[in-house]
């Protein structure tokens, strides 16, 4: 005879059938919920309008591309290497301004210097003459000094004289002033200075008949007129007729 097991045998394995059914329900539950949920490292679906400016952007990065290589220029080409001749290109052109700068300075300094020697010529243009002159002083003050201790007044002249032919002698031959006489001379207005006026029968022309300041020559240009007389022809009744009626006409 087969014998029968313990109730409590049978409520147990009950119960177990029931707990294993209730998690195998929790299992499906938990899967299903694990499928209607996107997981958190998966990509979310993206938007109609930013797929559309991507799509735009790409086809813009596309065709600026093309565009650069059509002209031969990638504007995203990292810089040219420096070429290899660039140093010594730049050390000569700061070796030419350093040069540049000296001979800026250099013709500065030759243009002063040339207005100083100018202005120095100027100033002392009369110096040779000046000394020509100091040695006709000391003729003088020993001419007048020997007129005091001799009181003697005809040697005083003779070297007064003497000293005046000296000078101008000196001044013709070494400085190109010369001294003229206009005494019997035709008048000329470049030469002398009318000072008075006489009629004389013997002048058939205006002529210089006194000579009152002497006039001097420089090389070949008047330096000073002479002031001098001048005499002019006796005009008669009949020219000065003449000559009313042809002022007349």
Known sequence: ?????PSGDR???GKEKTDASERGAGRGE?????GKRPSAGAPRPREPEAALNETADESQQSEDQAARQEAGVDREAPPAAAAPGTEDLERAVSDLQDQLLRKQAEFENFRKRMVRDREDGIRYANQMLLLDLISVIDDFERAIASAQESQDFAAFHSGVVLIEKQLTSMLESKWGLRRFDSVGEEFDPDKHQAIA???SAEAKRPTVNADYQKGYFYHDRVLRPAKVKVAQPVVSAE?????EDSQGE
């Open 11 to 13: 409520s147990g394995s």
């Open 30 to 34: 938990a899967a299903q919920g694990a």
């Open 197 to 199: 006026l006489e009629e």
């Open 239 to 243: 020219a000065e007729s003449e000559t």
């Open 1 to 5: 005879m087969a014998k029968k097991k």
